[in-house]
């Protein structure tokens, strides 16, 4: 079963998510930091997407150039609608994570996953409580399963 396991550094207004991804054999690891503002609010707009299976919601860290211009995807939550019935509704959360080694290699040994979990909205709304309690350090890691094969 595909699974997304997310554990937190938090620091006084920030929080640091390594996610680690295992989606059809495939697997790997990244990292980015947030303001825990911003991953609470992530959690609510989650919530309401498992609630009102309607819209789409997003969580994105990335690493910048020195002239500030964005060019690596560390951890990203991409969330979105499938199936829209109340009863078994089926959200994607599209996941990429990457992990840029620290020595000076080339740009070409980034190690990079990205996959897709489909879950019911169920599953979500409790992977989204977990993520809140995760960055307010009452747990210590939140889990997700997905299964490519729920519709």
Not at 63 to 90: H, I, M, P, W
Request: aromatic share 8%; glycine share 10%.
């Amino acid at each position: 079963m595909d699974k997304l396991s997310i554990t937190a550094s938090i620091d006084d207004y920030a929080v640091g998510l390594k996610g680690e991804l295992s989606v059809s054999d495939f697997g790997g690891y990244g990292e980015g930091w947030f303001n825990t503002s911003e991953v609470l609010r992530f959690c609510q707009e989650l919530r309401n997407l498992a609630s009102e299976l309607s819209g789409d919601c997003e969580l994105i860290g990335s690493q910048s150039k020195t002239d500030g211009t964005e060019y690596l995807e560390r951890f990203g939550l991409r969330c979105y609608v499938l199936a829209a019935s109340q009863v078994n509704g089926v959200v994607g959360l599209h996941v990429t994570l990457s992990h840029y080694p620290y020595t000076d290699c080339r740009q070409q040994e980034i190690l990079k996953v990205s996959g897709e979990l489909q879950v019911r909205n169920g599953p979500l709304q409790q992977f989204a409580d977990d993520l809140q309690m995760l960055v307010q350090g009452k747990l210590d890691e939140a889990n997700i399963l997905g299964d490519l094969n729920v519709l």
